[in-house]
């Protein structure tokens, strides 16, 4: 397997492996680019996001500055807005559902490290994959941890750390985050 099968597989990999290093090269010279448009370039700043997500739903919307690993493993939904300095890891699929909302300083990683510090010595990590449902909404600075599925109707109080995966229709919130109650949708 290359690095990059076993970074997407899950598995441990090398992240100075040379074709992941020139992706995150090419992502960094885009998110660089769109983080410098003014609002006056509105036209060629979504065409440049649109670069960075490929495949996006229609109705993306992204506050600079943004930051990625690599985009490319970013699946985002329609009507989606993301506010300022939203930051993800993408090393492993990072899924985005339709009609979500990040306020600002929102933090998604994908990307962890192993425990035993020898083995993180070592320079190798692996990742695990993140679900956003449908109709979630993410609080100012929440971060999102490696492996987490958030169920539809979500919404992630500020400053909550979510560490496990909740179920649908819960606002949810703490470090580590809990249930704080559920909603009823209706």
């Known amino acids: 397997m290359t690095e990059k099968q076993k970074m997407l597989a899950g598995e441990m990999y090398n992240p100075s492996d040379p074709e992941l290093m020139k992706e995150r090269h090419r992502v960094r010279l885009l998110f660089h680019k769109f983080n410098s448009l003014s609002e006056e370039h509105m036209e060629e700043r979504n065409k440049v996001l649109y670069e960075i997500f490929e495949g996006a739903g229609e109705n993306l919307f992204v506050e600079p500055p943004f930051h990625c690993d690599y985009g490319s493993n970013i699946k985002v939904g329609h009507n989606v807005f993301m506010n300022f300095n939203c930051c993800i890891l993408d090393v492993a699929t990072v899924i985005i559902g339709d009609n979500c909302m990040f306020a600002p300083h929102v933090q998604i990683y994908t990307a962890t490290h192993p425990i035993e510090y020898k083995l993180r010595n070592s320079g190798k990590e692996y990742a695990k994959p993140i679900t956003i449902g449908n109709n979630v909404w993410i ?41 704080i109650k559920s909603i009823n949708n209706n």
């Open 139 to 179: 609080g100012g600075g929440a971060i999102i941890c490696p492996g987490v599925t958030l169920g539809n109707n979500t919404v992630v109080a500020a400053g909550a750390v979510v560490t496990k995966s909740f179920p649908d229709n819960v606002v949810i919130g703490g470090n580590p985050a809990k249930v």
